[in-house]
């Protein structure tokens, strides 16, 4: 059986019956306020889980954290987000890796390291490795709304949590999509906070798996605030990523997602 063909017969399995209304207008506001459950569809969901930790721009520091069972490594980084295709990335500790950033600018992606005064465009071929060393690839940072242009999505569960409802939303790729996953499943809040994000490979396996730990405000809203990455068999081997701060719907000259502006330390 084709990938093709059992991608489809596992979506009716599922039930993957229901063409819903395509909700890509959600804006910053709209994910302030949570969904309304009359209307709510799987597009809106994604696209206000997107816009809540992005608004239309943004300014973060973040501490990452990479655990291996006989090591640890912390790093700190700011980040600058536009809309949900622009984000520049830069490493500001410890000193080995302060300066080393990243660039993704639409579906192109740069890297740069001071060290070696040097810059690179990635090419398609090298997305799928590991970020900075970490449970991320280059893909998990350049995709932001691939879900909703390249897969279809549907809501597969309803219940309710801590006062909120949560929904289970199943994205399975168009057959000619330029993705590398097989499916992904979204579990997440009315108020778009994401709670996990699982993704499986081309045989529907589950790899890895991304979890909010920890929710809380930061700039004005409710959002996730500490959230770990780890593949599903090597489950002492993570990656965590902690909000530190965040503002939300900032000025930023357009010279701030320049390869310039990755080269000469992204200044706000």
């Known amino acids: 059986m084709s990938v093709s063909i059992r991608r489809r017969w596992l979506a009716a399995l599922l039930g993957l019956c229901v063409s819903l209304t395509f909700a890509i207008g959600v804006n910053a506001e709209e994910a302030d306020t949570g969904t309304d459950a009359a209307t709510v569809t799987a597009e809106s969901l994604v696209a206000g889980a997107l816009d809540l930790v992005r608004g239309r721009t943004s300014y973060a520091e973040i501490t990452m954290v990479i655990h291996r069972p006989d090591w640890e490594r912390t790093s700190s ?148 605030i500490r959230m770990r990455m780890n593949k599903l068999d090597e489950p002492e081997n993570y990656t965590e990523v902690i909000y530190d701060s965040a503002e939300f719907d900032i000025e930023l000259p357009d010279r701030t997602f320049t390869v310039f502006s990755l080269q000469s330390g992204g200044r706000r």
């Open 77 to 224: 980084l700011v980040s600058w987000t536009r809309g949900r295709e622009d984000a520049l990335i830069r490493f500001t500790a410890p000193a080995r890796d302060a300066g080393n950033a990243t660039l993704k600018q639409g579906d192109k992606m740069w890297t740069y390291t001071p060290k070696l005064n040097r810059t690179i465009r990635l090419p398609y071929s090298l997305m799928s490795q590991s970020w900075a060393g970490s449970d991320f690839s280059y893909n998990d940072l350049s995709r932001t709304d691939d879900l909703l242009r390249y897969y279809d999505l549907t809501i597969e569960d309803v219940s309710e949590q801590d006062g909120h409802t949560v929904y289970t939303v199943r994205a399975v790729p168009h057959d000619d999509a330029p993705v590398v996953w097989g499916q992904e499943v979204w579990v997440l809040r009315d108020d778009y906070v994401l709670l996990s994000e699982t993704f499986f490979d081309q045989s529907l396996e589950p790899l890895k798996r991304l979890e909010t730990l920890e929710i809380g405000e930061l700039g004005g809203r409710v959002m996730p």
